[in-house]
Structure formats: structure tokens, C-alpha cells
């Protein structure tokens, strides 16, 4: 009976770990990161820098939050950088040069990013694309969509109520609104992810595609859900950033791939397995932000940054991976539940 | 000493044992026939012999040398050279290219593609397979036309130990395969056949053993048996299992839940009449590949199906889907074969596997109720005698019978009345498989209509009021009652359907 205990003792912190450690630690590894920060620049750390990583993270985690529902059922999104360029053009372009309503420029932002989300998980779920080819191709052609829209204009500008809201000029209790939004987002993240029916099909999905159809799940429908939330969350994101950077540039969008999946990673989700957590995912947003503010403090060339932004996300990865596979493989090996419970 | 000395293997596949001790010994120019149910071991051994999996103990010994095990590298140098029942050739390559894949002719380090053919098309010619052209993609084949270039292969190699494993499954004329496999044996070679087909094991091999459950239970000697004494080898009269009591006779007006008329599915079901009434637990059996995954996974909306009808309690229904099998009427629901693949979400807790059919009502706003959901998977999992403790647990961490109860627990939660369960005892404990019997039992009691497939006959005869046996697609007969008996299912699953008296294929 003893043994009884132990063994769900055993479980139940193995799932904290997933739940509360791993989030705890990665977001102490962010703070430990912007101290440290201080033996590359005088500045850190500083109440603006954690302001600015807050607000950072919260784009972020908009982007993350699809990209890793997508990742959970087994697909990746590439088409984010797209999504992004298009929806903030469409809404700078919508404003400044049609003089058109900001309310329905949004809505028409959004729409569309949904849209294309949608056109991905059709493809890579009913006619069963490879993802990886289809969102980097679609991808490509939103970027190329961007372009022509904002064909002939210098970058246009932003309509200034996203100004207010994002750029952090626009403050609550002396807090710039997007840092505080990060915690809007993961409040919300955490509630579609881990509570709601939509979050639980992601997983049961990502667990086993096969269980889940003779289950009787929709899992095309699921599916593409995800790639239309994924779409939605960078065609937000999208709006946020023409809001942060005063004007709607093409590029707006390329920064922000690597970290979104980088952030699912390394907060521990495991591609197409039904393990993942949304608080681990935005926490680890929080330290690579960190170590890119540190890392953007330094006075290296740019070139250089960028080579050591990299390898600090392949360790990170590593470290991450190598542990916790490690950690795993034994814990089955040796599980006492692989066997059946001792009948008296 | 003989050529092939085989000793002590054992090989546990988690907690179900594939071998459990088990030795044989064969000479040199003999043909050797293994026997034994479906999971009995013999397809384990084989893949011992040839490399592809090592055993947790014993010994292999060629010629008297003691054979590295694992290495399928080293099984062929020492002349072992098998033709699988699963067949090993590549779809995407050429027959050519398949013949040779182990020493392909290269000039300076390239393939040569005409010379390749060439000494192909040389090989077939001489093991008189001429008609076939090696410049065909394998993949492209017929089932039979894969099956004769399999053993071509082999016997290409002029094996010392020459191990052929279901070569007649899909083989149209067995006289080309034993001249050849007796001109093997002529030279010396020791030959391994495997087969269900007692007919050609009378007239082919010299010696024989049968095995049950991965042990070797006996010898036989093949020129002179009676097949029913093998057969009750075979199956093994010591299996005596509690069953949970049959119900009394269904009375003849219960309502037909499930009715198949024609049904077809490829060409792996080829037009099955069948039907379960509520309150019964109708039995599948038949030997593997014959037709039952494809009967049971058309019926529940996991395969394509491609002919006849389908009455969910009385009304014509299209079953595309696992998801509208699911809404036809009073339900289906499909437990299906491979559990760890399509039956359960191993990263998830038992709660959340067993809670998916119920999501929607546990829902508010999109929201998962959770209290209610535990109360409710725990409610399910005591149904199916899934202890309370495993709840909050990682399925893909718990024993095979204890995921198995956690798959049915969420059947019952469908609320489905028309069960499919596809050989849910497979790999499970033998306490587990009794609970599994009682919650099919308690279903069927509670109005559920069951069509119940297992590889084990005891249960099928344990279990089931009525038994319907596959063979090649089709339901070659069906039993009832008193009738129903490990023999007669046994004689009518090898084909041997003339003491099978009602014959359901005779009356459509």
C-alpha cells in the first residue's frame, strides 16, 4: 500500500513539474537573465527593461498560443510571418491611405488572417499537405499579398489608437498597456488550453490522430480549428505590432517565427503528443525575450547577435529536450504501473 | 547433432509472453512443420531465427555454433534465409532490384540498371517464374504475385536453414513451392514450414511440433495424424476460464440492432450476411488476415466500405465514418485492434481518455466542468473494474488490460448499443480478460448488441452465443449454442467446411 503512495506521489509530481515547476523556474531563469544583464550594460536590469520584456512577451504569446496548439496536434505554421505583414498592412493601408474606418480595418485584418488559417488546415488536413510546405508556402504568398497592397507607398502609418495601445506610450497605473496585457493573455491562453473542449480536442488530437477518429471526434474540423486560431493569433498580433513599431513594414513579421516556435519548445511541448503546457510556453516566451534584450544591450555587431541569439535557442532546446527525454525513458522503464496492481 | 538446435527462448513483449522456453531441433535434409494458433509463437520464432528480434534468453545454435541473435546480418551469413508471412519486399523498388537488394551488381560504385535486370530476369527463369517482369515496381503486384517473388528470393539463396512462414497464404499453385522446397531438402537443407494448412503439412514434411501460447506443447509426426488431435493440441483443452453465464436464449423476436446484408468491404470482406440482436454477443472467428479487422472496422465507419447494406436497428444506413457510426440510430461503437495506436491517448490521464464521448455535456460555455467529469470517468472506469486509483494516471503508463477497461469505459459512455469490440483481449492479464468478459456480458444484459472478435478460440466458445467464422472474406459458417465448440470452429477456419453443418455462405 505503501508502494501505492509512493507511486502517486511519484505522479503527482511529475505533473507539477510540467505545471508549476517548469513555468516557475523558466520565469526566474528570465529574471536571473535580465540581472545578469547588468555585466554587458549598465542599464540593466531596469524597471522599463522588464516592462519591455513583459510587452515583448505578450506579442509573443499571441503568436505562440496558435502556434502551439498547431504544434500539440503534430503541424507547425510557418505562414506567421505572412499573416502578420498582411494583417498589419491591411490595416495601415485600410486607415492612412482609404481613410477608412479603424473598427472595420481591424475587423477586416482579422478576418482575413482567419481566413488563411483556415485555407492551411484544409490543406494540410483534408487534403493531408505536408504543413511544414504548405504554411511556408502560404506564407510566401501573404507576404507577396503585403507587398501589393502597399505597392508604390512609403510604409504607411499607423492608425494612432493602436499607437496608444501598443507601443507602451498608453499606460494603467503607470504600466504600459501591453506589458499588462501579457498577463490578459495568459490568463485567457491558460483558460482555452487547459480547460476548455477546444483545448482538449487539441490534445486528444495531438495523442493519437487515430484514437481520436474512431472516438468519433471531428478531427478534420479540430484540426482545422487550430490552424484558423493560429491564423487569428498572428493576424492579432499583426495589429499589435503595427501599433508597437509606428508604421507597417513587410519585415514586421520574419522576427517572430523562430521565437514562437522556439517558446513552444522550450517550454516543453512535445510536436503531435498531446504534452504541453500553456504556462510553460509563455514563460519560456519571457526568458528568450530576455536574453534577446540582453543580447540587443550588448555592443556586438548585428551579425553577431543574431549567431548568439541562435545558439542560446539551441541550448536552451537541448538542455531542455535532452532532460526531460532522459527523464522520461527511465520513469517507463522502471514504472512500477507497467505491471498490473498486486490482487489480494 | 543436428543443423538447427534451438533452446530456452523466452521473449516478453511487455506483460503478454511470446515465447516462454521454447526449443526445437531439426536435421539436415528434413521439412519440418510448426503448427499453432494465431499468437501461439511461431512468427516470433521465426523472427528470432532471422535476426529481427532478440530474445530475453536462450540459445541458437547452427551446426553447433552458438548464432549472435539480433543481428539479421549474421543470421544470413550463417545461411538462414526466411520468406516472412508479412512479406519483406520494398513497394517502391523493382522485382529486379527487390532479388538483389542484397548484392546489387554495381560498376565502380553505380548501380547498373541493365545488369541488374538482366541477372533478375536469370534468377526468375530458373526458379520458373518467367511470367513475372523484373522491370515491374513490386507495389504494383497481386498479393499472390508478391508471394511467389518472397520465395523466390529465399530460395535464391540456397539457404542451409530455410524458413518458410504462411508461404501458401496467397500462393495459387502450392505443387511449384514444394518442388522447390523439396529439391531444397534434396541438398541438404534444413526446411522450417510453417503453416494452418494441415492438409500440405501432411504432404510435405517428415517431422513436426506444435506449439501454444510460446511453448512447444508436443511433437507430431505429419505422414500419419489425425487432425483432430492436433487441433486439440493447438488449442489446448487445459484453458478453463470463469466465464460470465450466457443470459437465457435471446428470445427469437429481440429486436435485429445490427444487420449486414452483402456486405463488402475491398476485397477483404466478400459479402458477409450477418446479424446481432440486442441482448447478444455474436463471435467472429476465423485465422488472421481473413477478412474480420476489415468486417468490423466497415462496420464502424473506419474503413471505406464498398458494398451492401447496412441496417442499424432496421433502417438502411451509411457508415462512413467512425463519427456517424456513432450517431446511427442507438450507436455503434468500434473497440478497436491496435490499442496503444487507435485506442487510447497515452500521454493523457485515464479521466480525459475515458470523458471524450461525454465533453459536450460536461461542457458549459466551452468550458470543462471538471469535478463532474472525474465523477463521471470515475463512475464509467468502476463499470469497466478499472481500479479508482489508475484515474488521475497517464494511460500510456498503465498495464494492457487496465488501458483495454479505459477504452471500454468509454465505449459504454457512447451510449452505443451496437458494440463492436475487435480482439479487445489481446495482450491483456488473465484476471483483466475476465473483467473484460463480464463488462461485455453486462452490456449485452443491459440491451447492447455485441459482434465480438478474438484470436482465441476458448473465449469465442466461452462467451459467445452465437459464432461466425471468416475465411477468405467470407462467413464460411456459423454456430449456435451447443454447437458452438473449438473443434468445429478450428475445422472451419482452416477451410475444412464439410463438418461445418450450417454454412450461412450456402444460404444468400
Same mark, same amino acid.
Given at each position: 500500500m505503501s508502494d501505492q503512495l509512493a507511486i502517486q506521489a511519484q505522479q503527482r509530481r511529475s505533473s507539477r513539474m510540467q505545471t508549476i515547476y517548469r513555468p516557475l523556474i523558466l520565469a526566474a531563469l528570465a529574471l536571473l537573465v535580465l540581472v545578469a544583464g547588468r555585466l554587458v550594460s549598465e542599464s540593466l536590469p531596469s524597471w522599463i527593461a522588464v516592462q519591455t520584456v513583459l510587452s515583448l512577451s505578450m506579442f509573443l504569446s499571441v503568436v505562440a498560443f496558435g502556434q502551439g496548439l498547431v504544434m500539440l496536434t503534430?503541424?507547425?505554421?510557418?505562414?506567421?510571418?505572412?499573416?502578420?505583414?498582411?494583417?498589419?498592412?491591411?490595416?495601415?493601408?485600410?486607415?492612412?491611405?482609404?481613410?477608412?474606418?479603424?473598427?472595420?480595418?481591424?475587423?477586416?485584418?482579422?478576418?482575413?488572417?482567419?481566413?488563411?488559417?483556415?485555407?492551411?488546415?484544409?490543406?494540410?488536413?483534408?487534403?493531408?499537405?505536408?504543413?511544414?510546405i504548405v504554411t511556408l508556402a502560404m506564407g510566401a504568398v501573404l507576404e507577396g499579398f503585403s507587398l501589393f497592397i502597399t505597392y508604390g507607398h512609403k510604409a504607411p502609418e499607423s492608425p494612432e489608437l493602436l499607437v496608444t495601445l501598443f507601443s507602451g506610450s498608453g499606460k494603467l497605473f503607470g504600466i504600459g498597456i501591453p506589458a499588462l496585457l501579457f498577463f490578459v493573455v495568459g490568463i485567457i491562453g491558460f483558460i482555452i488550453q487547459a480547460r476548455s473542449r477546444f483545448g482538449r480536442n487539441a490534445y486528444l488530437l495531438g495523442s493519437s490522430l487515430e484514437a481520436s477518429r474512431i472516438a468519433g471526434q471531428p478531427v478534420n474540423f479540430i484540426q482545422i480549428s487550430m490552424y484558423a486560431v493560429s491564423g487569428f493569433g498572428a493576424g492579432l498580433a499583426g495589429l499589435m505590432l503595427v501599433g508597437f513599431s509606428g508604421n507597417a513594414q513587410l519585415s514586421l513579421g520574419t522576427e517572430w517565427l523562430m521565437p514562437s516556435i522556439a517558446a513552444v519548445l522550450v517550454g516543453g511541448t512535445v510536436i503531435g503528443s498531446g504534452r504541453g503546457f500553456w504556462q510553460a510556453t509563455i514563460t519560456a516566451g519571457l526568458m528568450l525575450t530576455s536574453i534577446t534584450i540582453v543580447i540587443q544591450s550588448t555592443g556586438v555587431p548585428q551579425g553577431w547577435k543574431s549567431v548568439l541569439y541562435g545558439v542560446v535557442v539551441l541550448v536552451a532546446l537541448l538542455s531542455t529536450r535532452s532532460d526531460f527525454g532522459r527523464r522520461r525513458r527511465k520513469q517507463i522503464s522502471q514504472s512500477p504501473l507497467q505491471g498490473n496492481p498486486p490482487k489480494k | 547433432m543436428n543443423v538447427l538446435e534451438v533452446s530456452g527462448l523466452t521473449k516478453y513483449y511487455g506483460d503478454s509472453v511470446a515465447l516462454d522456453n521454447a526449443g526445437i531441433s531439426v536435421g539436415a535434409g528434413v521439412i519440418h512443420a510448426i503448427v499453432g494458433e494465431n499468437g501461439a509463437g511461431k512468427s516470433t520464432m521465426v523472427k528470432v531465427l532471422s535476426g529481427m528480434v532478440t530474445p530475453d534468453s536462450g540459445e541458437v545454435k547452427i551446426d553447433g555454433t552458438v548464432l549472435e541473435l539480433g543481428v539479421p546480418k549474421v543470421s544470413r551469413s550463417a545461411g538462414v534465409f526466411t520468406a516472412f508471412q508479412e512479406l519483406s519486399l520494398l513497394p517502391n523498388l523493382t522485382v529486379a532490384e527487390n532479388l538483389l537488394?542484397?548484392?546489387?551488381?554495381?560498376?565502380?560504385?553505380?548501380?547498373?540498371?541493365?545488369?541488374?535486370?538482366?541477372?533478375?530476369?536469370?534468377?526468375?527463369?530458373?526458379?520458373?517464374?518467367?511470367?513475372?517482369?523484373?522491370?515491374?515496381? =513490386?507495389?504494383?503486384? !497481386?498479393?499472390? *504475385?508478391?508471394?511467389? +517473388?518472397?520465395?523466390?528470393?529465399?530460395?535464391?539463396? $540456397?539457404?542451409?536453414?530455410?524458413?518458410?512462414?504462411?508461404?501458401?497464404?496467397?500462393?495459387?499453385?502450392?505443387?511449384?513451392?514444394?518442388?522447390?522446397?523439396?529439391?531444397?531438402?534434396?541438398?541438404g537443407a534444413c526446411v522450417l514450414y510453417i503453416s494452418h494448412k494441415l492438409a500440405e503439412i501432411g504432404q510435405l514434411c517428415e517431422?513436426?511440433?506444435?506449439?501454444?501460447?510460446?511453448?512447444?506443447?508436443?511433437?507430431?509426426?505429419?505422414?500419419?495424424?489425425?487432425?483432430?488431435?492436433?487441433?486439440?493440441?493447438?488449442?489446448?483443452?487445459?484453458?478453463?476460464?470463469?466465464?460470465?453465464?450466457? =443470459?437465457?436464449?435471446? !428470445?427469437?423476436? *429481440?429486436?435485429?440492432? +445490427?444487420?449486414?446484408?452483402?456486405?463488402?468491404?475491398? $476485397?477483404r470482406v466478400r459479402g458477409v450476411d450477418l446479424q446481432v440482436r440486442e441482448g447478444e454477443i455474436v463471435g467472429v472467428a476465423g485465422l488472421e488476415g481473413q477478412g474480420q479487422r476489415e468486417?468490423?472496422?466497415?462496420?464502424?465507419?473506419?474503413?471505406?466500405?464498398?458494398?451492401?447494406?447496412?441496417?442499424?436497428?432496421?433502417?438502411?444506413?451509411?457508415?462512413?465514418?467512425?463519427?456517424?457510426?456513432?450517431?446511427?440510430?442507438?450507436?455503434?461503437?468500434?473497440?478497436?485492434?491496435?490499442?496503444?495506436?487507435?485506442?487510447?491517448?497515452?500521454?493523457?490521464?485515464?479521466?480525459?481518455?475515458?470523458?471524450v464521448p461525454a465533453l459536450k455535456k460536461l461542457s458549459f460555455a466551452g468550458i470543462i466542468r471538471r469535478g463532474p467529469e472525474r465523477k463521471l470517468a470515475m463512475e464509467a472506469g468502476r463499470d469497466a473494474h478499472m481500479p479508482e486509483e489508475y484515474l488521475g494516471r497517464d494511460v500510456g503508463r498503465l498495464s494492457g488490460g487496465n488501458q483495454q477497461k479505459s477504452v471500454l469505459a468509454r465505449t459504454n459512455l457512447t451510449g452505443a448499443k451496437i458494440l463492436l469490440m475487435f480482439d479487445p483481449t489481446r495482450g491483456i492479464d488473465p484476471s483483466a480478460k475476465l473483467e473484460v468478459y463480464s463488462t461485455l456480458r453486462t452490456s449485452a444484459a443491459n440491451g447492447a448488441a455485441v459482434l465480438f472478435y478474438s484470436t482465441e478460440i476458448p473465449e469465442l466458445v466461452g462467451l459467445c452465443d452465437r459464432v461466425i467464422v471468416m475465411y477468405h472474406g467470407r462467413a464460411v459458417a456459423e454456430f449456435e449454442g451447443e454447437r458452438i465448440t473449438e473443434d468445429a470452429i478450428m475445422q472451419a477456419a482452416v477451410g475444412n467446411t464439410s463438418s461445418a453443418t450450417a454454412a450461412q455462405g450456402d444460404k444468400s
Open positions: 503534430g503541424g507547425l505554421d510557418l505562414s506567421v510571418p505572412g499573416v502578420i505583414a498582411l494583417s498589419a498592412s491591411i490595416v495601415a493601408v485600410w486607415v492612412s491611405f482609404m481613410d477608412g474606418n479603424l473598427f472595420v480595418g481591424v475587423l477586416l485584418a482579422l478576418g482575413v488572417s482567419l481566413l488563411f488559417g483556415i485555407v492551411n488546415g484544409v490543406l494540410v488536413s483534408v487534403l493531408k499537405a505536408p504543413a511544414f | 537488394i542484397a548484392e546489387l551488381p554495381t560498376r565502380s560504385g553505380v548501380v547498373s540498371r541493365r545488369a541488374v535486370q538482366g541477372q533478375a530476369a536469370k534468377i526468375l527463369k530458373e526458379w520458373g517464374v518467367d511470367d513475372l517482369d523484373p522491370g515491374l515496381m =513490386v507495389g504494383q503486384l !497481386p498479393l499472390s *504475385a508478391k508471394q511467389r +517473388l518472397e520465395l523466390v528470393r529465399t530460395l535464391s539463396h $540456397n539457404p542451409k536453414i530455410l524458413i518458410l512462414d504462411e508461404p501458401t497464404a496467397a500462393l495459387p499453385d502450392t505443387d511449384w513451392l514444394f518442388r522447390h522446397v523439396r529439391a531444397a531438402r534434396d541438398r517431422s513436426g511440433t506444435i506449439m501454444r501460447n510460446g511453448k512447444i506443447v508436443g511433437d507430431f509426426n505429419p505422414t500419419n495424424f489425425s487432425h483432430d488431435e492436433i487441433i486439440s493440441s493447438m488449442i489446448g483443452r487445459s484453458i478453463s476460464m470463469a466465464f460470465p453465464p450466457r =443470459v437465457t436464449a435471446i !428470445p427469437a423476436d *429481440a429486436p435485429i440492432l +445490427l444487420k449486414a446484408i452483402d456486405f463488402e468491404v475491398g $476485397n468486417l468490423f472496422y466497415g462496420l464502424g465507419g473506419a474503413s471505406p466500405v464498398t458494398g451492401g447494406i447496412v441496417e442499424v436497428a432496421g433502417t438502411a444506413t451509411k457508415v462512413s465514418n467512425p463519427r456517424k457510426a456513432l450517431k446511427a440510430g442507438p450507436g455503434i461503437a468500434l473497440v478497436p485492434e491496435e490499442r496503444k495506436r487507435e485506442g487510447i491517448f497515452a500521454d493523457l490521464t485515464s479521466v480525459t481518455n475515458i470523458s
